[in-house]
Nanobody, 121 residues
């Protein structure tokens, strides 16, 4: 069993900051990529940011320059530092990990339960 547990969501005013964390635990052999998606009401889930085990990153255009993704491979944890938050960043944020549970298994995506981020005055 693999679990991804997120923390750090909440209510923040426009222009404020939040830091999300996501820790993966359980039967994990290796993790290739970790990252964050978000889903706002009535909208499709979209990629926010991702980072590989080697440190390569990818960001949605809407968050470039404001959000920073980082990762602690030793702790199987990924972080999302969100600065200059806007009301349009309001969404449920989901952590994911592309990982293998054994040396001979194929990689697959595992998801966290989601954490609410609300940007409002």
């Amino acid at each position: 069993q693999v679990q991804l547990v997120e923390s750090g969501g909440g209510l923040v005013q426009p222009g404020g900051s939040l830091r999300l964390s996501c820790a993966a635990s359980g039967s994990i052999f290796s993790i290739y990529a970790m990252g964050w998606y978000r889903q706002a009401p009535g909208k499709q889930r979209e990629l926010v940011a991702a980072i590989t085990s080697g440190g390569s990153t990818n960001y949605a255009d809407s968050v470039k320059g404001r959000f920073t993704i980082s990762r602690d491979n030793a702790k199987n944890t990924v972080y999302l530092q969100m600065n200059s938050l806007k009301p349009e960043d309001t969404a449920v944020y989901y952590c994911y990990a592309d990982l293998r549970t054994t040396a001979w298994s194929e990689s697959g995506d595992y998801w966290g339960q989601g954490t609410q981020v609300t940007v409002s005055s």
